[in-house]
């Protein structure tokens, strides 16, 4: 089974520190990750130095993965205007690094990744006809066709409906426990977070804050003096932990 | 279980939805190659001795059946010219293609980098001064001089663009800082050289097939050749760079080498297409614009269909530059332009999607 171990993780930009020395426990295939804190806090930061994309001290431990490839990412930005159809456009994420040519398997993984999200109807449009929330799911089928071990979605939900929110994360949360896969997801809503995820690990400022089971990880002290709000927690009329929110302090 | 049978049956219409278009896209590319082949046709057929189309063909296919004359007509002296229409066109639009694939920008060309100002400046120098640069034949002292300006030019932004902090617009405005330098340089040789001087400047940069040679045939097709499978080999790559930097760089491209790369690439192919026919600023443009309306951007398709229509636009231009005033060949570039704007204008202003 893969594993994700964070040990001293730092990252900068420039002379600029982003990242201050992030070591959490080892995050195992099946679990979700909420990735949790404010804005700016450095989440965003936190995966692009997983993926390498970003110099620094310490290391992301990748462990039991088998893919060559075992890390898709899914960025905020949805991506620009191209004339391709959304079919296209999440092939084109399948086919990176591989030949030209296209086998019906790499169509299948296509179909799959655009049925697993529900939105096999839209492989016909262009890419640039698409609502906001339309392309973030695009951009989910987009890391999910790569059949990654570890998936690292950034804000996958900020452009969609109620419905199409809690849908996206009741399925990544399927698909995690089906195929041993480990998502991380930055989330800004924490009532999601306890909904959906195991684990949460809350940045503040670029420092690891908090990290653990997400109940016992997003707590009202913490939402207080990382968030700056007091809120409550209490169980919902189906016995879920649900998030009140009182006031800004 | 109806959940799974309809998932089931989206995903064959989807996938029969994208093998239609892959046929189609692959009829449309057809569709072109013959277009080019009736153009080369006609191209050669025309000229002070007129073939019909019937010995242009029985020369092409059995040069031995015709008669020395056509032979010597067709072979030697209209078929480089016909030829180097076809290699220039395909690799100014390629070169285009992709400027604006790796630039993120629909305005970007060879001519946007000032690599064909900088050809412009290197042949100048030469018609106006007898400036070498190279040591080389007469014949090639102007092509190389224009060569070696437009790589400098090409190095230039190249070495700037590797500096820490500089973004892709960085990169378009250093082109176009290009651009206004060697315009003003080519006015100060203008001010400075002789009537005679000016008047062979000025129509160096009109851009004009008549001096193609098979030995620079064989140089521009060369690097051709050697270039297309250099970018074909990123062709998933490329795409994606559609997608903007973040979204490509999440999918495992790296856009900073990959456009550093391509960059060169493009240089060489734009350099070697000014360096022998001079300024035809129109096709790098239009030639990409066309193939993006035709197949689209997934450069399985878009590479050839940019390298198809960049030939086929100059070929046509060649054919039309030879019967708008019977007896006299207008320059390409200016036919390329007056033509082939209003049909450009006609395809952006008749298609219903915006593809920026």
């Known amino acids: 089974m893969v594993t994700l171990t964070l040990d001293r993780l730092s990252a900068r930009y420039g002379r600029r520190r982003i990242l201050s020395e992030i070591t959490t426990p080892a995050f195992a295939g099946g679990q979700v990750v909420a990735l949790l804190g404010p804005n700016a806090a450095g989440k965003s930061t936190l995966f692009r130095r997983i993926l390498g994309l970003l110099d620094g001290d310490g290391e992301a431990r990748i462990g039991g993965a088998t893919a060559e490839r075992p890390v898709a990412y899914m960025p905020q930005d949805t991506g620009a205007n191209a004339v391709l159809t959304v079919y296209e456009s999440v092939l084109l994420a399948r086919m990176q690094g591989r030949s030209l040519k296209v086998r019906d398997e790499d169509l299948g993984e296509v179909e799959r990744a655009l049925g697993d999200l529900g939105i096999a109807e839209l492989g016909e449009r262009d890419i640039g006809d698409l609502s906001g929330g339309q392309r973030q799911l695009v951009s989910a089928a987009q890391a999910l066709v790569q059949a990654p071990e570890i998936l690292l979605l950034d804000e996958p939900t900020s452009a969609l409906d109620l419905y199409r929110q809690i849908s996206l994360l009741s399925i990544l949360r399927r698909l995690a426990r089906e195929r041993q896969m480990l998502v991380i997801a930055a989330l800004h809503d924490l009532g999601h977070a306890l909904r959906f995820t195991d684990q949460a690990m809350v940045l503040e400022s670029g420092r690891l804050a908090a990290c653990g089971p997400t109940e016992r990880v997003v707590t009202p002290e913490l939402l207080r003096r990382v968030y700056r709000v007091d809120a409550r927690i209490e169980p919902c009329s189906r016995g879920r932990p649900q998030l009140i929110v009182e006031e800004a302090v | ?356």
């Open chain 2, 1 to 356: 279980m109806s959940t799974e049978l309809t998932t089931g049956t989206a995903a064959s219409r989807e996938r029969g939805f994208y093998r239609a278009l892959v046929i189609r896209r692959q009829l449309i590319l057809a569709g072109l190659t013959l277009a080019l082949g009736l153009s080369l046709c006609v191209d050669l057929a025309l000229g002070p001795a007129r073939f019909g189309l019937g010995e242009v063909i029985a020369a092409l296919v059995t040069p031995d059946a015709v008669s020395q004359q056509a032979r010597v007509i067709l072979w030697d002296i209209r078929m480089p010219v016909a030829l180097m229409a076809l290699v220039v066109g395909a690799s100014l639009s390629i070169a285009g293609a992709q400027m604006q694939t790796i630039l993120s920008n629909p305005l970007a060309s060879p001519f946007t980098l000032g690599i064909s100002a900088g050809a412009s400046f290197g042949a100048a120098l030469a018609l106006a001064f007898g400036v070498v640069l190279v040591p080389a034949a007469v014949d090639y002292v102007i092509p190389l001089n224009a060569f070696v300006m437009a790589m400098l030019t090409a190095f230039a932004i190249h070495a700037l663009s590797m500096r820490r902090g500089v973004t892709i617009e960085t990169i378009v405005l250093l082109g176009i800082a290009m651009v206004f330098i060697f315009n003003a340089l080519m006015a100060l040789i203008q001010f400075f050289a002789s009537q005679q001087a000016v008047a062979a400047v000025v129509f160096w940069t009109m851009g004009s097939l008549t001096k193609a040679t098979w030995p620079k045939l064989w140089i521009a097709l060369g690097v051709l050749v050697s270039v297309l499978p250099l970018l074909a080999r990123h062709g998933w790559a490329l795409t994606a760079m559609r997608l903007g930097d973040a979204k490509a760089e999440s999918l495992g491209v790296k856009p900073r080498a990959l456009r550093l790369e391509v960059l060169v690439l493009v240089s060489l192919l734009a350099a070697i297409a000014v360096a022998f026919v001079g300024t035809i600023g129109f096709i790098g443009l239009v030639g990409p614009h066309i193939a993006r309306l035709l197949v689209g951007e997934d450069q399985r398709f878009f590479l050839p269909g940019s390298a198809l229509c960049g030939a086929l636009i100059l070929s046509v231009g060649s054919v039309l530059s030879k019967v708008i005033l019977p007896g006299t060949i207008i320059p390409i570039g200016i036919i390329t332009s007056l033509v082939g704007i209003p049909f450009f204008l006609f395809l952006v202003l008749s298609h219903k999607k915006a593809s920026w």
